[in-house]
């Protein structure tokens, strides 16, 4: 099976920063997309921020300019900067990892355990 772990998150006042990471680990023959969702109390998930395996990201309006999203492919790793933060990033955020298992096998979507990230103003 295929383990997604994060790390980082906290609480921050406004205008501060702080960094994720997520690790994937199992038996994994690739991982196509990665990315960071985030949900707030009442609210749907939304995507954040997301980065192929050849590097090209994509970012939710709100956090272009803000928030960098990078990638170690040798180490199954999505990392999310997040720079001037603001009161509405407060979320619950999740890492996502689309994992091929065999060479043959689908790519099935997988989801760590979820980090909250607390900004407040």
């Known amino acids: 099976q295929v383990q997604l772990v994060e790390s980082g998150g906290g609480s921050v006042q406004a205008g501060g920063s702080l960094s994720l990471s997520c690790a994937a680990s199992?038996?994994?023959?690739?991982?196509?997309?990665m990315g960071w969702y985030r949900q707030a109390p009442g609210k749907q998930r939304e995507l954040v921020a997301t980065?192929?395996?050849?590097?090209?990201?994509n970012y939710l309006d709100s956090v272009k300019g803000r928030f960098t999203i990078s990638r170690d492919n040798a180490k199954n790793t999505v990392y999310l900067q997040m720079n001037s933060l603001k009161p509405d990033d407060t979320a619950v955020y999740y890492c996502?990892?689309?994992?091929?298992?065999?060479?043959?096998?689908?790519?099935?979507?997988?989801w760590g355990q979820g980090t909250q990230v607390t900004v407040s103003s």
């Open positions: 996502a990892a689309d994992v091929q298992l065999r060479s043959w096998s689908v790519t099935t979507t997988y």
């Open positions: 199992g038996s994994i023959f690739s991982i196509n997309g």
């Open positions: 980065i192929t395996s050849g590097g090209s990201t």
